[in-house]
């Protein structure tokens, strides 16, 4: 069955990157889109962009352009969401999520990400 | 962007009852609607895909349908696991937006 496992829950201080993995089995890796969602403390869900894993092809939400970077490493079937620059609104649980292109359909257990000083 | 919205924002209802929320597009979307139902601590469940399509594994008294600018999820029969926050996406548009959710919670 698809399974996605995200890392573990990360602390950031303002300014740094963090960089979250999303690793993927119970399916071919390179043949569906990973998206990235956060979500802030007790808010509603964000669409952060895409990686095609086949090209490595990306598409970013226009308001993280410039400092979110969506890798993957087709060896070990694993997505990586970096974001840069990191503020304290940026404290959220981010998730990853397979599509079978753009739709979400299975998603990581989230990974929290806390910025703070 | 296009801009979702959900009404109720929350709703209190029975077991057995039957509930229904509603999602509107700020332009038409075509079907490229999901719903997904999320649970305090846990990640996003996808209950439908494509306004209508249920997702493998999704017990059938989840139903979706709409088109264009209103869509809607119906729960045929509500039961103590389907007490949760529930949302809508659009992917026709990038940004993909999400509305801000509808609380299902116990009369």
């Known amino acids: 069955q698809v399974q996605l496992v995200q890392s573990g829950a990360e602390v950031r201080e303002p300014g740094a990157s963090v960089k979250v993995s999303c690793k993927a089995s119970g399916y071919t890796f390179t043949g569906h889109y990973m998206h990235w969602v956060r979500q802030a403390p007790g808010q509603g869900l964000e669409w952060m962009g895409w990686i095609n894993p086949d090209s490595g092809g990306t598409n970013y939400a226009q308001k993280f352009q410039g400092w979110v970077t969506m890798t993957r490493d087709t060896s070990i079937s694993t997505a990586y969401m970096e974001l840069s620059r990191l503020r304290s609104d940026d404290t959220a649980v981010y998730y990853c999520?397979?599509?079978?292109?753009?739709?979400?359909?299975?998603w990581g257990q989230g990974t929290l990400v806390t910025v703070s000083s | 962007d296009i801009q979702m919205t959900q009404s109720p924002s929350s709703l209190s209802a029975s077991v057995g009852d039957r509930v229904t929320i509603t999602c509107r597009a700020s332009?038409?979307?075509?079907?490229?609607l999901a719903w997904f139902q999320q649970k305090p601590g846990k990640a996003p469940k996808t209950l439908i895909y494509?306004?209508?399509v249920l997702q493998s594994g999704v017990p059938s008294k989840f139903s979706g349908s709409g088109s264009g600018t209103d869509f809607s999820l119906t729960i045929s029969s509500l039961q103590p696991e389907d007490f949760a926050t529930y949302y809508c996406q659009q992917y026709n548009t990038y940004p993909f937006t999400f509305g801000p959710g509808t609380k299902v919670d116990l009369k």
């Open positions: 999520a397979r599509g079978h292109k753009l739709e979400l359909l299975y």
């Open positions: 494509a306004a209508s």
């Open positions: 332009q038409g979307i075509s079907n490229y």
